[in-house]
């Protein structure tokens, strides 16, 4: 079993990965100003909570978009592994195929989304996921992945929205009773999710032109399991698909050092 974790800008996601199989998913807030030590305790309070001791756990593996807190959550992981983890970025072999204008620049997030959707799911295929920015990974017939679409997402569109809006207060994100809103409540709450399914049938429908015929579709991210049900095109709901992601490039670099 492993510790995978991905550090994004609002959270950070925690999973023990044996297999294809994960053990749990928790969020914990991102805190750019906490230290290793408070890091290190969350995340071995997550491990309490299920059962999981350090001699279970053969490593670690962290993907980061937040440069700030890599490695503090790196030395936070050392702390309870007892042996340095795996971080996501140069040198790490991927296996993946990226046909980009500078490779480097692609987000470790979306490499291992990647990874993870090439092993799991038929090609060509569309990855979505849905956080503070929704991107979407595009991999064309023969598994190489030739771009990105990178748009704000639904918290960022919100708080936009009530930031500049001065008679419109903050919102929970649940699906309103009606998609005609008879208040300015559920008239927001449909807006956001509706507009947020129709953007991801639009983006699938252009890209489907894009990539010449029908494409498989998958989503992730915290935000995905709010707004796919409401999709009219089909799209296959993964919330593990990154951890599951983490856990491929764990063995093909593990194998690698044997």
Known sequence: MILAIDIGNTNI??????????AFVERLSTVRTKTELEYAIDIKNVLDIYHIKREDLEGGIISSVVP??????????????????LVVGAGI??????????????????????????????????IFDMGTANTVCVIDKNKNYIGSMIYPGIE??????????????????????????????????????YSAAAAIDGIIDRLSEELDGEVTTVATGGLARKIIPHCRREVILDDDLLLKGLEVVYRKNRKDKC
Not at 114 to 124: K, L, R, W
Not at 164 to 169: I, K, M
């Open 13 to 22: 996601v925690i999973g023990c990965i044996e297999g294809k199989k994960c």
């Open 156 to 193: 960022v569109s919100l708080n936009s929205l009530t930031a500049n809006a001065s008679q419109l207060g903050g919102i929970s994100i649940d699906v309103p009773e009606h998609i005609v809103g008879k208040n300015t409540i559920d008239s927001m709450k449909s807006g956001m999710i």
């Open 93 to 126: 072999k991927t296996g993946l195929n990226i046909q980009i204008d500078n490779p480097v620049q692609l987000g470790s997030d979306l490499v291992v989304d990647s990874v993870a959707g090439i092993a799991e799911y038929p090609v060509p295929l569309l």
């Open 68 to 85: 700030q807190i890599t490695t503090v959550a790196k030395l936070a992981v050392e702390k309870i592994l007892k042996k340095e983890p």
